[in-house]
Nanobody
C-alpha cells in the first residue's frame, strides 16, 4: 500500500521558518522523482520544488528561490521542504508528489496546511 504522509505544517508569522516532511512507503523511494506542490484557496495547485532521483538535482519556482530548499533522505524514504523567510503569500496546503521512474505512476500525499500571518 503506497503512502505519502506530510507533516510539519502550521501557523507562523511572516519571516519565520517551517520544515515540511513527507514520509513515503509502499514503493521504491530512491527510484522516484519527488516534488512539493501547493494550493491556495481559490487557486490552482502549483509546483513549488522538485528533486531528482539520482543526483539530487533541484528546481524551484521563481517566487521561492533563495528561501525554500528541497532535500531527500533515501535511507529514511523522506523528502523535506525547508521554508525560510515565509511570506503571507506562501499560505497554502502543501502536497508531496512522487513519480516513479520509467512507469511515471504518480502518488500524492494528503497535504499539510501552512499559514503565514502578516
Amino acid at each position: 500500500q503506497v503512502q505519502l504522509v506530510e507533516s510539519g505544517g502550521g501557523l507562523v508569522q511572516a519571516g519565520e521558518s517551517l520544515r515540511l516532511s513527507c514520509a513515503a512507503s509502499g514503493f521504491t523511494f530512491s527510484n522516484a522523482v519527488m516534488s512539493w506542490y501547493r494550493q491556495a484557496p481559490g487557486k490552482e495547485r502549483e509546483l513549488v520544488a522538485t528533486i531528482s532521483r539520482i543526483d539530487d538535482k533541484t528546481n524551484y519556482r521563481d517566487s521561492v528561490k533563495g528561501r525554500f530548499t528541497i532535500s531527500r533522505d533515501n535511507a529514511k524514504n523522506t523528502v523535506y521542504l525547508q521554508m525560510n523567510s515565509l511570506k503571507p503569500e506562501d499560505t497554502a496546503v502543501y502536497y508531496c508528489k512522487a513519480v516513479r521512474y520509467l512507469t511515471y505512476i504518480t502518488y500524492w500525499g494528503q497535504g499539510t496546511q501552512v499559514t503565514v500571518s502578516s
